[in-house]
């Protein structure tokens, strides 16, 4: 009898945001499908125990640490995948920053900047490098969010930067269609993660009102969103591209 394949059997998959939460779960799915993965983000320490625990798992891991907001550290991470593992095949486009809470007309320019630079400058410098670099076609999926779809109880910038991703990886599903790259968006509810025990910590009540607003009325594990963007990563979604797949236990759906 033949072993099962991965949906990722061989693959080269750079994964940003990979130092918690969401990132790290598809840090271990994505390995666990056959992926060889390269971890990007700020939290070199983080990324070297997580790829060191891959590796002693059977997978072929390593890291590059790196600001996404840096065209620079991109093209650094993605070069590295290619150098390390010859090719790359899949990214997923992770990171994220929520930034300050508050109303729009009391927040700082500062927030903006990072919240527009982290989610939008970030996925716009990962698009690029990475498309240069899958000459043999491949498959990218970026983080959006329900704040994607809808104006959702977070900051406005969030909401603004979380829309653009989705304008982004619609533009670039067009144009790299004849090129064999397909390009496709999440959009996860709530989801357990550092800068949602943050949000929650500082908002009282937060956390009951944010899972009724799901029919789900509870917060995904972050393994649960990761198994959706390996999914559109892989070959199994290969008439998927241009689209936004909710992750979000319904909370768009009513
Ligand atoms: N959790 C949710 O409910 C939820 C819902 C919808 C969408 N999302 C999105 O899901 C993604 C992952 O977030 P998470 O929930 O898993 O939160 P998290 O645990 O806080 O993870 C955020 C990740 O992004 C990395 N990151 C932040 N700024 C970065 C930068 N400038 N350069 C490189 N890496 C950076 C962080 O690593 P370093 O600090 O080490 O750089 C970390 O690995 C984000 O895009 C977030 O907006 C989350």
């Known amino acids: 009898m033949t072993q099962p394949q991965g949906s990722l059997e061989g693959k080269v998959a750079l994964i940003t945001g990979a130092s918690s939460g969401i990132g790290a779960a598809a840090a271990r799915v994505f390995a666990r499908e056959g992926a060889r993965v390269v971890l990007v983000a700020r939290r070199e320490a983080r990324l070297k125990e ?36 010859g090719r790359l095949d899949v990214a997923f486009n992770n990171a994220g ?60 910038p969030y909401i603004a930067a979380k829309h653009a991703v989705i304008g982004l990886t619609k533009a670039a599903a067009v144009e790299c269609a004849a090129d064999g790259i397909r390009v496709n968006a999440i959009a996860p509810g709530l989801t357990r993660s550092e800068m949602v025990e ?29 198994e959706a963007a390996a999914w559109l990563c892989s070959d199994r979604s290969s008439f998927v591209t241009g689209a936004t797949l909710p992750v979000d236990g319904g909370r768009t759906a009513w």
């Open 50 to 85: 997580l790829s060191a625990e891959l590796r002693a798992g059977g997978a072929q891991a390593s890291y590059s640490a790196g600001d996404v907001q840096d065209s620079g550290d991109v093209e650094q991470a993605v070069a590295h995948a290619v150098e390390t593992y």
């Open 97 to 156: 920053a929520g930034g300050e809470l508050g109303p729009l007309h009391l927040l700082e320019d500062a927030t903006y900047d990072l919240v527009m630079d982290t989610n939008v400058r970030g996925v716009w410098n990962c698009l690029r490098h990475q498309i240069r670099a899958m000459t043999h076609g491949g498959s990218i999926v970026n983080t959006s969010s329900v704040a994607g779809l809808v104006a959702s109880s977070v900051p406005a």
């Open 198 to 226: 943050d949000w929650l910590a500082r908002v009282p009540g937060q956390e009951a009102r944010s899972k009724a607003s799901a029919p789900q009325n509870r917060m995904a594990a972050p393994e649960e969103v990761a």
